[in-house]
């Protein structure tokens, strides 16, 4: 049986801008690879409720899980739980289970909880909570759709919370082996190879340092033993290449 | 007259499954939001050709400018090329001026370019080359579409290649204030300011620092004097909340 699929949404003008490097994404990539979940596409667009809303109903159709990042704070900004119950075609309101959790967080709830705050206890109405160790602001579930903070301590942790719920596949194995010549002189020798192990991958990821120009051979695959004879193989190769 | 639009499209399964931290689309963002292009959408799709013809061409009929990252080296997994010529339903074959380009890359180039090296020569139909002063290896422009290397060293480089070819917008300028409170204390106001100012955008990304929770506030318009007024009133705001 395949791996179960899935893409992850970004959401969030300071992405597009340049002015913030997304980290979430690698963060998630490495996480799902490790519980046998295939990352398999990333989006990420900006603070518009009608690109948001395209974008979750393009992915939840198409993959088996679908996790966002960004836009759950209590700003004008964050628009990312409407554009969720938009997506879904369900209400959104104050919930009473988000808003307990939520006032958990001050001393004085009744002033502190102010109505940009209980924002961020407006949940698509069927959801599930997300529960977020670090500053008590809930995530939310629905349906295959997991809705996520873009601050990155808050989005690991969530992280964390929504691992346990899902069902992984066969972790994916890889073996890198470095080989210290150009990707020109390996391509042939890896073409047949990747021809021979159609249930390998065979990633190159070239690099330059220090002038010299060199590749990355990723082999990634569910079966340990061939993975060993492949790594062996390259072993081989970069030994005679550099020799 | 609004400014130009673009997407950014990153190809590689080394991306998705967490090996390799993006930074091309960071780059490209910062250097587009200073010519005064908008970017508005990223994907990141894996080495499967179905994927990347679909999401070259869903991209190129929506946004003036589309930029693509990976594939393009001398590996079987180097796709790109094969996939834009799919997208734009044209012809692609090894062309004479790619060629030359490349030959100055080896000593020897009857021996040194070998068949994998030749498939870097390989151009969509109707395709003008992007310089490659690193590595050689040309990138390519085809319609709205530029497609270039994944390793940074040379994505960057094609960038600047490319950047004098794009017609520009008013450059996007931005102002950013620090503000040591949470989000809910800043949100009413912060939402008031963006009623009243609708040519400025105004984003609030939340940080946690040594246990302190605050928010960077960045205001965002062409409109030097109403940016500097946003600021100023921010910088106010920002006093009063943590004297």
């Known amino acids: 049986m395949p791996n179960p699929t899935a893409a992850m949404l970004v959401i969030g003008d300071e992405i597009l801008s340049g002015r913030t490097q997304d980290t979430n994404t690698n963060h998630l990539a490495v996480k799902l690879t490790e519980a046998g979940i295939d990352l398999r596409e990333v989006r990420v667009v900006g603070d518009e409720a009608d690109e948001i809303v395209a974008a979750v109903n393009a992915l939840r159709a198409r993959f088996d899980y679908v996790f966002t990042s960004g836009g759950i704070g209590p700003t004008h900004d964050d628009m990312t739980a409407d554009c969720i119950a938009q997506a879904f075609e369900v209400g959104i309101s104050v919930r009473a289970d988000a808003r307990a959790i939520l006032a958990t967080n001050y001393k004085n709830p009744d002033k502190e909880l102010n109505a940009a705050r209980l924002r961020m206890a407006r949940i ?52 890198t082996v470095r080989i210290e010549a150009p990707e020109g002189e390996i391509a042939a020798h890896l073409a047949q190879m990747a021809k021979a192990s159609p249930n390998l991958s065979f990633g190159s990821y070239p690099f330059i340092q220090n002038g010299v120009f060199g590749s990355n051979i990723v082999v990634r695959g569910v079966d340990a033993d061939r993975l060993k004879l492949a790594r062996e193989e390259l072993e081989v190769l970069a030994l005679n290449l550099t020799a």
């Open 124 to 175: 698509p109405d069927g959801a599930d909570l997300i529960d977020n160790p670090v500053s008590k602001a809930p995530g939310f579930r629905l349906a295959n759709v997991h809705v996520m903070a873009g601050v990155p301590t808050i989005f690991h942790a969530m992280v964390e919370s929504v691992l346990p719920t899902l069902t992984g596949g066969e972790p994916l194995l890889s073996a």
